[in-house]
């Protein structure tokens, strides 16, 4: 069965410092992976999607992950966190097999202090 | 492009009442998704729709039901609150069922069952 771990439900990180936040997924065949950016009051917005190719990922607003398949994991990545980056962040997965069936993580909270 | 939009932002029930929420997508979508949303429980996939005219259970339906009369449309019903289907409810749509696509979600209906 397909599933999907965030094991952080916060991430705390000043401004100006590198931010990761993690995910682990879990299918049974080829995944894609996806994350998503929800702000407050708002709906999810697509950040980026590993579907095939370059490990790394480059998505919207600086964002970046890394897609490990020995480690089953795409962490999401910043170089240097904006306190505008604060939001709640979803890792998503889909079986390659498996067609539009998306399993979605907890969701990780994300806080940048200035 | 108004995108994925949605009614009501925010509604109050009695146990036992009921309601219709609506989607609206401009993107001539086919495919179109209803979700809630819970604490700690990241999305969870109530119906969805590959077409005009057809519906599909998803993981949670128990309790709700739907209608795709249009194809930009897309409603989700409950016939009969109850205080476990409080919750933020999103809409989504994407072009088709491919693994790779895109979701793109609505801003959110907040339910509170009294």
């Known amino acids: 069965a397909q599933s999907v771990a965030q094991p952080e439900d916060q991430v705390n990180v000043a401004e100006g410092n590198p931010l990761t936040v993690k995910c682990t997924y879990s299918?049974?065949?080829?995944?894609?992976l996806f994350w998503y950016v929800q702000y407050p009051n708002r709906g999810l917005q697509f950040l980026l999607k590993?579907?095939?190719?370059?490990?790394l990922v480059k998505g919207s607003y600086g964002f970046e992950a890394e897609f490990n398949k020995s480690q089953t994991s795409f962490h999401l990545k910043k170089p240097s966190a904006l306190v505008s980056d604060s939001a709640l962040y979803f890792c998503?997965?889909?079986?390659?097999?498996?067609?539009?069936?998306?399993?979605f993580g907890a969701g990780t909270r994300l806080f940048v202090k200035a | 492009n108004a995108g994925v939009t949605q009614t009501p932002k925010f509604r109050v029930l009695k146990t036992g009442q009921s309601m219709t929420l609506l989607c609206a997508q401009d993107?001539?979508?086919?495919?179109m998704y209803w979700y809630r949303q819970d604490p700690g429980m990241g999305l969870r996939l109530i119906h969805y729709?590959?077409?005009?005219?057809?519906?599909a259970k998803g993981e949670v339906p128990d309790g709700y039901n739907v209608s795709r009369l249009k194809k930009q449309n897309f409603l989700l019903g409950l016939e009969s609150a109850a205080p476990s289907q409080t919750s933020v409810y999103f809409c989504?749509?994407?072009?088709?069922?491919?693994?790779?696509?895109?979701?793109?979600f609505g801003p959110g209906t907040r339910l509170l069952v009294l």
């Open positions: 989504a749509s994407s072009a088709n069922g491919m693994s790779q696509e895109t979701q793109y």
């Open positions: 299918v049974s065949g080829n995944p894609y």
């Open positions: 590993y579907i095939t190719g370059d490990n």
């Open positions: 998503a997965v889909r079986d390659v097999t498996g067609g539009f069936k998306t399993i």
């Open positions: 993107m001539n979508h086919e495919y």
């Open positions: 729709s590959v077409g005009e005219g057809t519906t």
